[in-house]
C-alpha cells in the first residue's frame, strides 16, 4: 500500500494537538463524574494529583503545539524524536514496545481502574493514546528508518488486536450456569444434533442458526465439561473470523511481510466490528479459496457447498455465496466490449443458482430436523420494524444507520479515490453492478438490524461488511482487471485517509473491559444441590420438569434424571413472542393454564413493562405480556438464586393470581 506521508511538522503537530485536546476532555469527564458521584475533589489529594498530571498533560501538549507554528518548532522535533539520535538500543525498543502492547489492556484488567474509569470514554482513550505513543517511539528505536506515522499506525493496530484476543477468554470458566441472556443457548442448541447420545433420546434440531450450533457440537462428542464448551466457542470465534484474512491475501498481491502483517490486522479488526457471526465467515471461505475466473468447474464447487452452507444458516445469507462470486467475477474480468448478455451470464446463473440451491437446501433441513411445523423457520419475516433504531437509542448509542456510515464510509470514500484516479479502467457496467451489490446488501443489513430482537450492534450487516471488504482489498491493492488489459496499479493514499480507515475497527473493542468472573464453589454447589432436591421432588409427583433457561446442566449431566421438555426454551419462546405467533403462544397458554409443568425453571420473572427510551423496551414488553403473563398468572415463585439469576416456579393452588 502506498501511503502519502504526513511532512514531520504536521505530524507532530497532529500529535500535540491530539494529546493536548484528550487530556483536557478526560480532566472534564473526570470532574463532571465525580461531580455526579457526589466527590469533593479539593478534600481528595489523590484525584488532585491525578487532575493535576492530566491536566499538566494538556498544558504541555498545547504549548509544544503552539510552538511548532514559532521559530523554535526545529527545536520541539528535535526533542520529540529522540529516539532517531540515540545509540542503537533494540532492548529498549523492545521494552517499550511490549509495555505499549499490554499497558491499556493491563490497566483495565484492574478492577478498582475499571471502577473508576470503565465508563469514560476520553480517559480510557487517553491512556490508549499515551501506550501508543510509547509503542511508537519504542519501534523507532528498535527501526529507526520506519515512517514516524507508519510506527504510530502499527502500534495502534497491534494493540487494538491484542486487546479483542483477549476480550472473550474471560469467558472460559467452569461457572456452571449461565452467563449472559443467550449463553446457555449457545451450549444447549448444539446437543440436539447428537441427542440420541447425550440424552438418549432422539430430539429436533435447532430451529435459529443451525450451523451455529453446528460448529459447537463437537465437544458433545466425547462429554467435554462445561469450561471446554466454553473454549471451543471462543477459539473457533477468533480461527474462523481470521481464516477469511488469509482467504482474501492469498487473492492479492501484498509486497511486504511487514505491510501483510499490518494490512491482516486491519482486515481482522475490520471484520470484528460488527461482528460478523463465525458460522457465517465459512461461506465467504469457500468462496473466496474455490472462485476461479478461468475454472469453472472449481467455482461451482465452492459455490454450491457455499450455499448450502448458507441455507442452513439463515435468510438474509441465500444469495451470499452468488453474490461474492459475481462481484469477484467482475472484478477480476473486463468487459472488453462484449454484449452484456453474454458477459453476464456466469455471474447471473452463479447468483440465481446459489440462491436456489440455499432455499432447497433450508428445506432439507426443515425435512430432517423432526419439526412439523415449517412456518415457525420464517417468524423472523412477520416480525415488527422498528424504524427509530435507525438513530441513536437506547439499545444502540450510535445508530444503525450513523454505526453503519461512520464504520464503512473510509472504505467508500478509499474506494472512490482509486476508481477516480484509474477511471480508464473500469467500464460503467461493471462499477453499476458492483455498486448495485455492495447497496443491496447495506439495505438489506438495515432491515434485518431494524427488526424487533436487533439493532444492539451492527452485526447484522455482517454480509455487507464481508463484501465491502472484499471489494475495498481488490481496489487498494489493484487485483482488479484494467478494461485495456495489463495488470492494475495502485493508487497512493493520504495519510489522514489511512487514519480514518482505522480509527473505528481499532476503536470498536478496546471500550470493553476485560473481567474475570471469580464463583463461590461452594455456593454455585449449593445451588446446584438445591436444583437437583427439587427436581427429584417433581419426579416424585409425576410431574415434568421445564427448563425455559439453563438447559446445559441438563445436556451436560450436572443434574440428574431429568426428562427433557424440547418445547419452549427462552429463545424460541422470544422469538415466537417477537413474531406475535399467536398460534405458538396460545400453545404455551394452554399448558400453563393447564399446569402442565410440575416445576418450571427460568430466570426470575418481574413483570415490568418498560417506556421505548429503555434499552430493548419493545423486547422486553412483547415478553413480558405474551410469555411472562401466562407463567406468572398459573405459577408461583417457590424458590429464587438471585446470584445466579435462577428461579423456580411451581402452580398456584387455590384462585389464580394475574400479575
Known sequence: MNIIQPSRLTFWRLIFAWTAALAFLSAYQILGSGTTLGVDFSASPSWMVVIAIIGLTGLLSLLFFAATWSRYHERILFVAEFPERVANSSW??????????????????IPFVQGLFGGLGWVRFLIFWVFSLMGAWGIKWMRRETPWFVALAAIVLCQSTLHLLLVYWPRVTDYPFAMGWSETSRYYYPSLFLSGKVYGHDYPWPILHPTLHLLLAPPYVFDAPL???????????????????????????????GTRWLVGLW???????????????????????????????????????????????RLNWYPMPGIIAAVLYLMEVSYQGK?????????????????????LSQQVYIALSGISDSGIFYTSLTSDLLWYRLWPNASYFLGILPGAVLASLPVWIAMVVVIRSRR???????????GAA?????????????????????????????LLLIVFAYLIFARFQPEEGGAGQPVRLH????????????????QFNIGFRTGN???????????????????????????????HLLSMHMLKNVILVSEYEREDLMEIAMANDTAHIQTFRKDMEDQRFALIVVDPLNYNVLSKNRSFAEENNVWVTRIMRHILCNYREEAVFPADEIALYVPQEGERQCP
Request: charged share 10%.
Open 424 to 434: 480508464s479502467d473500469w467500464h460503467p457496467l461493471r462499477l453499476a453492478l458492483i
Open 438 to 466: 455492495i447497496l443491496v446488501l447495506f439495505l438489506g443489513g438495515l432491515v434485518v438490524s431494524l427488526k424487533i430482537g436487533g439493532g444492539a450492534n451492527l452485526h447484522n450487516m455482517d454480509a455487507y461488511f464481508s
Open 267 to 313: 482486515m481482522f479488526l475490520f471484520l470484528f466490528m460488527g461482528p460478523v457471526y463465525f458460522h457465517l465467515t465459512i461461506p465467504v471461505i469457500l468462496v473466496l479459496w474455490g472462485f476461479s475466473a478461468h475454472d469453472d468447474r472449481r467455482t461451482w464447487i465452492a459455490l454450491l457447498l457455499a450455499s448450502i452452507w448458507c441455507g442452513w444458516s
Open 227 to 257: 469450561w471446554f464448551h466454553r473454549f471451543w466457542q471462543v477459539a473457533i470465534r477468533y480461527i474462523l473470523v481470521g481464516a477469511v484474512v488469509p482467504a482474501l491475501m492469498t487473492r492479492l498481491s501484498i509486497p511486504g511481510r
Open 92 to 109: 529498549i525498543g523492545i521494552l517499550l514496545v511490549s509495555a505499549a502492547l499490554i499497558g491499556f489492556t493491563a490497566i483495565f484488567m
Open 521 to 551: 464453589t461452594t455456593s454455585t454447589q449449593h445451588v446446584l444441590t438445591s436444583l437437583q432436591e427439587y427436581v427429584d421432588e417433581a419426579n416424585l409427583q409425576g410431574g415434568e420438569v421445564l427448563f425455559i433457561t439453563q438447559r
Open 339 to 359: 454484449k452484456p448478455g453474454k458477459y453476464l451470464f456466469k455471474p447471473t446463473l452463479w447468483f440465481l443458482t446459489g440462491t436456489l440451491t440455499a432455499y
Open 495 to 510: 495519510w489522514l485517509l489511512i487514519l480514518a480507515l482505522i480509527v473505528m475497527p481499532a476503536w470498536s473493542y478496546l
